[in-house]
């Protein structure tokens, strides 16, 4: 994967909503209500917090994909930082 290609995927997380990205799942994190991804929290108790950003709402899909969405975020910026990291080690 080229320094490029990394920078463009890089580009489209900063470009996302801000902050963390946390599933919250009927039945698991809140009682009612539908699942949806919250954003720019810490944590699923943070849904009080005013600096809290727009929730995202998906339509479709499983629980698993709402897991799986919200946490590629955390986890893409993971593997690009360890991609970095294991490339120079090789250069």
Known sequence: MTESELNEIERRINNSTKGNWIPMIEGITHDSGSDFIMTNVDNS???????RGQDIELNGGTKDDIVFIANAKQDIQKLIAEIRKLKNKTE
């Open 45 to 51: 108790d943070d849904f009080k917090n005013p600096e």
